[in-house]
């Protein structure tokens, strides 16, 4: 079975950075399409960025020129976020899913993955 496990949120001051890791456990993830995801209390869970086989990537608007998602080879994902937003404050779900043997495309839709961490709290003051 499949796990995903996040860590790395917490509090920072607007401005700052912050690095989210996903540990995954159960599979190769190197053959998955990967995410990272986002939500607030009362809004839709939404895309921030995904990543492919090959390691390339793809970003959501408010992403762009400031988030890096990335991966090794050790099964973890990471999301390095800079220049933070109060409207980043979130929680944070890392989030996989298998295209066969191969993931051909960055994803970065919520019905794109059906497995999905905990997720880890982000809060920006200002």
């Known amino acids: 079975q499949a796990q995903l496990v996040e860590s790395g949120g917490g509090s920072v001051l607007a401005g700052g950075s912050l690095r989210l890791s996903c540990a995954a456990s159960?599979?190769?993830?190197?053959?998955?399409?990967m995410g990272w995801f986002r939500q607030v209390p009362g809004k839709e869970r939404e895309g921030v960025a995904g990543?492919?086989?090959?390691?390339?990537s793809r970003y959501a608007d408010s992403a762009k020129g400031r988030f890096t998602i990335s991966k090794d080879t050790k099964n973890t994902l990471y999301l390095q976020m800079n220049s933070l937003k109060p409207e980043d404050t979130a929680m944070y779900y890392c989030?996989?899913?298998?295209?066969?043997?191969?993931?051909?495309?960055?994803?970065?839709?919520?019905?794109?993955?059906?497995?999905w961490g905990q997720g880890t709290q982000v809060t920006v003051s200002s």
């Open positions: 990543i492919d086989s090959d390691g390339r």
């Open positions: 159960g599979y190769s993830f190197s053959r998955a399409c």
């Open positions: 989030a996989a899913r298998f295209y066969g043997s191969y993931c051909y495309s960055p994803r970065v839709r919520t019905t794109d993955y059906n497995y």
